[in-house]
């Protein structure tokens, strides 16, 4: 079975600020996606940035970035500049050849 | 536009009953699946379906049952077995089952009164 953990229930940042979100998984598959999705306050599910198992290049989208580490199978979110819509809880997600996998989630929220 | 539409946003149930949240797609995905949310808990996989006419129990299927006859709906019962209803259930759908994104709906919040 695979699975996703996210030791972090709950952060927070101030405005303008960097903060980086941790996840960790564990998969026997060797091709696999990640993906980094946020839930506001509206509880509508928002695909923030996702990685390719198979690229070493860590992704980034705008503010958005992660820090892919395949051995350590750690998939960390980085978010610099943070605004006050960045409060969201954020859901690590594993995608394999068998089941797309959510980690508990971390609660963000931004400091003005 | 595209996209995926649960309906209703909020829905109350009585003990016993059974109830059924809608949930339709027109992003043209083979994948469908329904997650249950509740808090601290992530979301957790109760019924996947790869095509039409095919569905898989998910980590918690207990209690609650699912039909695909359309490629653009994939509805689920919550049946009166399920012994702790009350939560947020949010649909997805994906491409194809493996190794993709899923695209969600806004979720059917269900309270058992």
């Known amino acids: 079975a695979q699975t996703v953990t996210q030791s972090q229930p709950e952060m927070s940042v101030q405005e303008a600020e960097t903060v980086t979100l941790s996840c960790t998984y564990d998969?026997?598959?060797?091709?696999?996606?990640l993906f980094w999705y946020k839930q506001p306050p509206s509880r509508q599910m928002i695909l923030v940035i996702r990685?390719?198992?198979?690229?070493?290049q860590n992704a980034t989208e705008n503010r958005f970035s992660v820090n892919f580490q395949k051995a350590a199978k750690s998939f960390s979110l980085k978010i610099s500049d943070s605004q006050l819509g960045d409060t969201a809880m954020y859901f690590c997600a594993l995608s394999s050849a068998r089941q797309l996998t959510f980690g508990s989630g971390t609660q963000l929220t931004v400091l003005p | 536009d595209g996209g995926i539409t649960q309906s209703p946003k909020y829905l109350f149930r009585k003990e016993g009953q059974n109830v059924t949240l809608s949930c339709e797609q027109n992003l043209n995905h083979d994948a469908m699946y329904w997650y249950r949310q509740d808090p601290g808990q992530g979301l957790r996989l109760i019924y996947y379906?790869?095509?039409?006419?095919?569905?898989q129990k998910g980590d918690i299927a207990e209690g609650y049952s699912v039909s695909r006859e359309k490629k653009e709906s994939f509805p689920l019962t919550v049946t009166s077995a399920q012994k702790n209803p009350t939560a947020f259930y949010l649909c997805?759908?994906?491409?194809?089952?493996?190794?993709?994104?899923?695209?969600f709906g806004q979720g059917t919040r269900l309270t058992v009164v």
């Open positions: 997805a759908s994906s491409i194809q089952l493996m190794n993709t994104e899923a695209f």
């Open positions: 990685q390719e198992a198979y690229k070493q």
């Open positions: 379906s790869q095509i039409v006419n095919d569905f």
């Open positions: 998969t026997s598959e060797s091709n696999y996606y």
